[in-house]
């Protein structure tokens, strides 16, 4: 049989997602040996740019090269998926997008300086311009998570991840929720799969798994308000792994405010 040809591309981030690849070590001889990898620039020097049964794509689309270059890796791959939160929700420099201050922001940085040889665009996901066909969350994607992954991608099955949020996975760990102790948790908007490491060490949940799919963001700012938490720094802390999801919910949120 075929070796299921694999390509890995990476545009605006930290190349977090890339690097936690290559750190599964002790199974790194076995990946290359299951499958073709076509292009991985982190870890080879010939890359080629055909076809691919499977594209990883990690980082956020911030310019309209990126942009072009995502497209074409789309009309060449027979399945994308996203990895990590930057490709997957826009990550942190996706931020200010939210807030719907980048174009003031980046005004700001650059002036009126003009861009020829890259064209900056505000960061989104990049299923804000190609069909994506599944997602690995995280910042980075969790090692297990990845190998569990990549190998049902081998085997042509689709990843399985977890529909519910980081609190069930404090419950399995008999942690005492944060926010009993007004502690700023964004546990119950989280997508799980991270182990719950934050809040098992006292440290408040940030988000950076992405939101689940139920998050009921409202109820939980009106909560972390009733604990006497500023409005504004919710919104802060509730947009910095959210991306571009939570545009939709700070309009709403402001035409709350004005109805009132």
């Not at 930290?14 to 002790?26: F, K, R, T, V």
Request: aromatic share 8%; with cysteine.
């Amino acid at each position: 049989m075929n070796k299921v040809k694999i390509g890995v591309y990476e545009l605006t981030g930290c190349a977090g997602d890339a690097l936690l690849i290559l750190d599964c070590e002790s199974e790194l001889v076995n990946i290359f040996a299951a499958a073709d990898i076509e292009a991985f620039l982190m870890a080879k020097s010939d890359n080629s740019h055909g076809p691919v049964d499977v594209a990883l794509v990690e980082g956020s689309v911030t310019t309209e090269e990126e942009k072009e270059e995502l497209l074409a890796i789309r009309q060449r791959a027979g399945i994308v998926v996203a990895i990590g939160n930057c490709a997957c929700e826009g990550g942190i420099q996706a931020a200010l997008t939210a807030s719907g201050t980048w174009s003031k922001e980046f005004k700001q940085v650059y002036k009126d300086l003009k861009h020829t040889n890259v064209r900056p665009l505000p960061s989104q996901p990049i299923d804000a311009f190609i069909k994506v066909d599944y997602y690995l969350p995280g910042c980075p994607i969790g090692q297990e998570q990845f190998l569990a992954a990549f190998t049902r991608l081998l085997a042509g099955h689709p990843p399985e991840l977890y529909r519910f949020p980081v609190c069930l996975e404090c419950k399995w760990h008999e942690n005492d929720c944060l926010l009993n102790r007004q502690i700023p948790c964004l546990g119950p908007l989280t997508k799980a799969g991270c182990g719950a490491i934050c809040p098992s060490h006292n440290l408040p949940c940030f988000g950076c798994w992405g939101p689940s799919e139920e998050a009921n963001r409202t109820a939980e700012f009106q909560l972390l308000q009733e604990k006497g938490f500023d409005p504004e720094s919710i919104k802060r802390k509730m947009a910095i792994y959210s991306g571009t999801t939570v545009v939709d919910f700070f309009k709403s949120l402001g035409k709350e405010k004005r109805s009132r």
